[in-house]
Each structure stands twice: as C-alpha cells, then as structure tokens.
C-alpha cells in the first residue's frame, strides 16, 4: 500500500511511518522540514500547512491508499488537506484526542454515549487559540470535515496519553526519568485517581493495521483503565534504581506548597484533580474488540527512559519539579 502520512518526523505520526515502513508498504511523509527526520526508507515533501496552497502544491496529484493526519490545532489544515487529495485517496485516519469531550470529568464514557460525554462545540472564528477549550474544539471540527469528506473511509481515533520514545511533553517520561536516578522521590498521595496511558508504538501499529483492512469508525484510541498509583508502582519497578524511596504528599499539601497538577513547570505530571480524571478513564472496551493491543507497562517505561538518556537526564524539562524543587517539597512535608 502507499501510505501518505502529514507529519512523519515526531512523536505519533514518525512512529506511525515507522510502523508502515516496518509493514513492507511505501511511505510518504510531508512535513515543514524543521522538526527532524522521518524515518529511513520513507519519501520526503516539503509544505508548510500554514500557507495556503502548500500541501497540494507538494503533492501535486499523487495518489494513496491510506492517510494518516495528525494535525493539532487547525481544522482548516485538515480541511485543506482533504481538498489537497480530492478523489485520490483510499482509507483516512484522523487523530483527535481524548480532549474532544466536552466535560473533562465524565468517567467511563464511550464514544457511542454522545448524552453521557457530549463533544466540544467547534470553535467559531473569534475564539483565540490561548482558550483553553480550542484544543479540544479544533479537534471535534477536524473529526466532522474528516467524515464528511471521507465519509465510510474515515477511522477517527481519539488519542489519550501516549508515551515511550519520542515523547516530547515531559509528563511520563518524568517518572521514567526521576525513578532511575533514585533517591527519595515525591509522588502524589492519590490512590484512587485513574490514569490510562498507551505506548506510541502500540497505538501506531494498530492504526496501520486498521488502514491495510480499511476499518473505520470511532474509537478512544488509550490504553486499559488502571491508577496513577499502579502506573507509578509499575513504572517504579521497571525502571527505579535500588535505593529509590517514593515520599507520598497529599494533594492538599502539594497545592499548598505551589506543586501544579499535571504538565508545566513545578508541577507532578499525570497528578489530576476529580474534576479532570474522566479524560485519564474512558471504557476501551470497543477500541480493545477493534484490536487495539498494548504491551506491558514495564516496556513503555523502559523506551521512555531510553529517550530520556538520549534527551539529556539533567536537562530543562516542560514537566515536572526540578531537583531543587523536590528537595523543597520534601523538607517542607517531612522535615528534612
């Protein structure tokens, strides 16, 4: 098959290409050039989805079987892209995102309950791209031009956490990180907050797989429902040195000590608080029937360590607390 992936060089969509090289089939990936190097073996354009007329003008009337578009924050790039391809193509992934439903605290939802987990509205054109919803609202517009243009030859995943090698956010790779240089280690005291991650590879492979039968549909594309408690134990176990101690903190003495949940600078990445744990469980059960297969955790967490070693272990970080930042917390919760 001739596989035409938008993006190709990070994270997902490299992962994605790989993948498809991996498969035996060609590989064309179309990116700006700037954020690194697909991989080998695949066919590489050059468009800027930002300038109109760019992508068709790289493709310029080629054909393929299977897309794979992962763009972020624009439906009128998807939308250009569709128009870019009119009538050449076969079988259309989109990857939306977990964050396409509405009320981010909703647990156990599945795509087909659209009362129990209603989506974003699309976002009109005086909303600003700061706007905390636009995300989520980019993404749902992006998944009704999809369908609409592609029509029964659409597969729209929803992606959630994705982990392992080539993660750039910060979040997991952090613990990875923290575990394997050991010591004591602050982690949130929240047995019973859910988290759900999925490795990129795993993800990756079983969008290929569903393009080469030309599956499609809707589905949450993240791994089974577990605990930050069990992932960070599972995490720990893979990868922690032999003298790593985990120091659990309340949620109240974090925020009072000015540790920030989830993603940024000083905070405890994948820490969530109740009005946010629906996007860290949803019901994959459907995603699961349609093949979806993850491996053990452990794995994720020795690809993510990788990573991070060729990053740089003591490197600025997006995500998470710096050493002196944890030394703080931990003094201030235990004394010392």
Known sequence: MRFLVLGGTVFLSRAVAAAALAAGHAVTCVSRGVSGAPPDGAEVLVADRSRPGSLAAALDGRTADAVVDVATMSAPWVRDALDALDGRFGH????????????????????????????????????????????????????????????????????????????????????????????????????????????????????????????????????????????????????GADDLELVRVPGEALRSLDVAIWAGPRSL????????????????????????????????????????RELGLDRARAAGLTAAEERAVLAAHTGG
């Not at 087909?112 to 699309?122: G, I, N, W, Y």
């Not at 982690?187 to 969008?207: E, I, N, R, Y």
């Not at 744990?277 to 995603?287: F, Y």
Request: glycine letters at 10%; charged letters at 25%.
């Open 92 to 239: 259309w992934t989109f990857v939306s995102s977990i964050n396409a439903y509405a009320d981010p605290a909703v647990r156990g939802g599945t795509v087909d309950q659209p009362t129990l987990a209603p989506l974003h509205d699309e976002p009109g054109p005086e909303r600003s791209r700061t706007d905390p919803d636009v995300y989520g609202a980019a993404k749902v517009g992006s998944e009704h031009a999809v369908r609409e243009r592609a029509g029964d030859r659409a597969h729209v995943v929803r992606a959630g956490l994705l982990c392992g090698h080539g993660d750039r956010h910060d979040r997991y790779g952090y613990w990875a990180n923290r575990f394997a240089r050991g010591g004591r280690v602050v982690v949130p005291d929240a047995p019973a907050q859910p988290m759900q991650v999925v490795d990129v590879d795993d993800l990756a492979a079983w969008v290929v797989a569903r393009a080469e039968t030309g599956a499609t549909g809707t589905h949450d594309g993240t791994g089974p429902r577990s605990t930050l408690d069990r992932v960070l134990a599972a995490t720990a176990e893979a990868v």
């Open 269 to 308: 990445p994948l820490w969530l608080p109740e009005t946010h744990w629906g996007i860290a469980d949803r019901d994959v059960t459907a995603t699961v029937a349609a093949g979806l297969g993850t491996r053990p955790l452990a794995a994720t967490a020795r690809a993510a360590l990788a990573w991070e």
